[in-house]
């Protein structure tokens, strides 16, 4: 009995002393044994912009209704009704009024608004009317069906549009679904862009109201929506080797560069922030201006660069100062190290389609290097 007590007390103090003289940590002559190519670290990179460049992208702008002309900036709206079969061909007509809202206003809350209407005279698509698509002759006829004259102040809050003379053609003729009005800007009188927002849930299409009296001369009126409106804009930015621009509504689209990353390809990267210093002496925003860019791969090296993906939002950061845009593109930078050619990050204004936002950033060539974008890598290499 005493021999197995014994016995059971030198086993416990066997596993005592296994347990403790164990160790998370090899001792001084473990280390000597380890590489330090076998342990996980993490390391940094910086790269600066080795290239930059701005490219023509055109683009319909759909599900606006925007007209008028800022310095360089000119937009032509587009707008199409139809029902006029309902309003009798004999019909007297009274008055034929297009309106639609200013709640979108570029870039200031006041200015000269100036524009000729044109009767549209062939058929067009909202989805595919380019700028370019305004300039082909015939497109629209000449001399201008009316003109439209205001100097608007910050509360008035409508476009109203007469074009009786359109609609009592368009209604005598049986034409019960003309191809349209477009809107010119004056180049000289005009000194703002005005329109309307895009607003979830909210029916913003112009509207035209036609009052007539019918063949037994009681008063009637017919109300319709449009069926399609777009706008079309261009404009001549200034040209600078310090700065590269991205145009929404025109639109512009930037394209940055960063050859050569010394990089290890077999690693991990954890982080890839992309620095874009602005120039706010050249950009233009507007209190309705969807401040942020995307950022995208881009996997063609060739016009018209519309082969992207991984869209990466790019925002200021509202504690730097000079202003700065960043966004975290690892997910980018890890597929230029594994499968993907670097051919660089296509940048394009969130509000393209909707808004007239330029974004003037700094660029590759700018004088003061602290301003030229870069992009700040964090990469676990792993043993």
Known sequence: MKSAILFCG??????????????????????????????VRIESYTSTATSDTTVLFRIPGTSSTL??????????????????????????????????????????????????VHEMTRTWSQGSFLWDSSNVPGIYRIPPETTYLKNVIPGDSLVTLRIDKLVNQWVQAGTDVPKGIILIPDAVSST???????ISNVDTRPLLTVAYHDSSDSARTFTTRSIQRSFVANGNMSISPDVFY????VSSRGILRFDSLAIPKQVSITEAILELP?????????????????????RKNSPPFDSLALGTVCSPDPLSIPRVYRADIRSIVQLWL?????????????????????????SSSAPDPALRPKL????????
């Open 10 to 39: 030198i086993l416990i103090l066997l596993v005592l002393s296994l347990i403790l003289g164990c160790s998370d940590d090899p001792n001084d002559s473990g280390l000597t044994l380890i590489s330090p190519q076998d342990t």
């Open 67 to 116: 007209v008028g002309k800022y310095q360089d900036l000119e937009v032509r709206a587009l707008m199409q009704f139809t029902g006029f079969s309902s309003v009798p061909s004999t019909a007297r007509i009274d008055s034929a009024v297009v309106t639609f809202t200013m709640d979108y206003r570029f870039k200031d809350s006041s200015g000269t608004i100036a524009f000729n």
């Open 192 to 198: 703002i862009v005005l329109g309307t927002k895009n």
């Open 246 to 249: 991205v145009q929404a509504g």
């Open 278 to 298: 602005v120039d706010n002496s050249s950009t233009l925003l507007n209190p309705s201006s969807r401040d942020t860019v995307l950022a995208y791969l881009l």
């Open 338 to 362: 594994t499968r993907e050619p670097n051919y660089g990050i296509l940048l394009r204004p969130l509000g393209e389609f909707l808004t007239l936002d330029r974004f003037a950033y700094y």
């Open 376 to 383: 700040r890598i964090k990469y676990t290499v792993l043993p």
